[in-house]
């Protein structure tokens, strides 16, 4: 899949999930469901804002995947223990499919790449690591620098 149709089917998939809805798996066609909810994040001046004070990101673990008209991947959202966040692409750095959160790891569903939720690679094919966003936070909201 070239560059231009897998960008343009992101974004019909985004539209076709409704996004902004709560609780909507990302699950594109021939992809594991994820258990990170799809959820449109608000971008002014390359600068996503996300207000984490919801139900979906009250725990250590738990993720979401923001979506936005600006982004190409959606942009994995996840608490870590100390309650900040991690900010991580999902487009896997295999061959750019969309990865997948689970319980415990990241995990693409074409070739099985892993990584841990800070991007870095558990398992191959992939040799590189996930990219990562700079995640400000300041009380419940995120600030992403695109
Ligand atoms: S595209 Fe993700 S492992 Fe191949």
Do not use: W
């Not at 900010?87 to 689970?102: D, M, R």
């Amino acid at each position: 899949m070239t560059n231009e149709t897998r960008r343009e089917f992101l974004k019909k998939t985004a539209l076709l999930l409704g996004a902004g809805a709560t609780g909507t798996a990302l699950n594109t066609a021939g992809c594991a469901p994820s258990t990170a909810p799809l959820l449109r994040a608000q971008v002014t001046d390359s600068v996503l804002r996300f207000d984490t004070a919801i139900p979906e990101l009250a725990l250590s673990g738990d993720g979401v995947a923001l979506v936005s008209d600006y982004l190409e991947y959606p942009i994995l959202l996840i608490r870590r223990t100390d309650g900040t966040f991690s900010a991580i692409s999902a487009e896997c750095t295999h061959l750019g499919c969309i990865v997948k959160k689970q319980k415990l790891v990241l995990r693409c569903p074409c070739h099985g790449s892993a990584y841990d939720f800070e991007g870095t690679v558990l398992n191959g094919p992939t040799e590189v690591p996930l990219h990562q966003f700079r995640a400000k936070q300041t009380g419940t909201i995120v600030e992403i620098r695109l």
